[in-house]
């Protein structure tokens, strides 16, 4: 019989703080990979033990179901754990995993319990020969359907 497993929690201190190329990563309750993130540094700080910062020059992946989705890349970006929601912004340039989309757009936010992301600010959506031009539009993790902003 193993003995009862303590919880354990990490108190910060009150600072700011800059990590050099960090890797981040969410998992869900199944142990499979949410999103994961890599960027050339992480200023954050925290204050009542709750930690917040922006990532930047980032390189990201959204995952569904464990797979890779979506892979994107922009100068700056931040995670929710709490949410699962992933938001980057400053043009952020994505390229589908499972066919053969682009989508380029100022600010997106994927929102990973809905498998949606909300792109705005001039958002370029290319499939193939196809291409589509909007200030605003929702699209699903894969790049693979889309809908208006209401």
Known sequence: EQPPREESSV???????????PI?????EQGRILWK???QSLKAESQDA??????T????????DGKPTLEFRAPYA????DTREVEAWGTVRATSKTNDANLQAGRILWKSREDRIIAR???FLKWG??????????????????????
């Open 50 to 55: 709750k930690a917040q910062g922006v990532l």
């Open 78 to 81: 931040r995670a929710n754990a």
């Open 121 to 123: 600010e001039g958002v």
């Open 57 to 64: 020059q980032v390189q990201g992946w959204l995952y569904k």
């Open 129 to 150: 020969a196809f291409e589509l031009r909007e200030r605003a539009l929702i699209v699903d993790t894969a790049l693979e359907k889309v809908w208006g902003v209401p």
């Open 24 to 28: 981040l990563e969410q998992q869900d």
């Open 37 to 39: 993130l890599k960027a």
């Open 11 to 21: 108190s910060l201190p009150d600072a700011h703080y800059e990590i050099v190329q």
